[in-house]
């Protein structure tokens, strides 16, 4: 899933959700159940039939991300998935990824909000400037390094202090 939306703007979100799930060879029926629950899931069941070029940046990332698990693919690149959305649709979104990490999927997860991904992930590779600075399971960094929070993990990494 692209950080940028990768939508069609003149679709409604169940347009784009049969689009795409076309795309993805997807039968009819599953398209159908598939967008009633990413809708639901998303907090996009009341805007189902309205254009997506009318929707706040938040909803259009919404719409994103449904796309993009629409299929229910086995290996998911997340790029700032949650960027834009509140709070409460935030933590939708990562209580479903979770489900869906449990459930099988392999979650790639790119983000600049650390607290988000020490919640979702349970291996983490710090990058600062181009380069890899730390690469292990979330327990094993926090125990070598004497930290039970990854932002001040990486500040430490880094040498800017809190």
Known sequence: MPQDFAFY????????LAYFGAMY?????????????LLQVMNLSDVTHKQV???????????????????????LFLDEPTVGV??????DIIAYLKKLN?????????SHQLNEAQDLCDHIALISDGRIIADDTTENLFRQHSETHL???F????????
Do not use: C
């Not at 703007?9 to 784009?16: G, V």
């Not at 009318?54 to 994103?64: I, T």
């Not at 509140?86 to 933590?91: F, G, I, K, L, Y």
């Open 102 to 110: 449990k459930d099988g999927t392999t979650l790639i997860y790119t």
């Open 9 to 16: 703007q003149e679709l409604s979100p169940a347009e784009n």
């Open 151 to 153: 932002e001040n993990l």
């Open 86 to 91: 509140d709070v409460q649709t935030r933590q």
């Open 25 to 37: 060879g997807l039968q009819k029926n599953e398209i159908k159940n598939r967008t009633e629950e």
């Open 53 to 75: 070029g009318l929707f706040s940046g938040g909803m259009k990332r919404r719409v994103n991300l449904a796309i993009g698990i629409l299929h229910k693919p086995a290996l």
């Open 155 to 162: 500040l430490q990494l880094t040498s800017k202090n809190v």
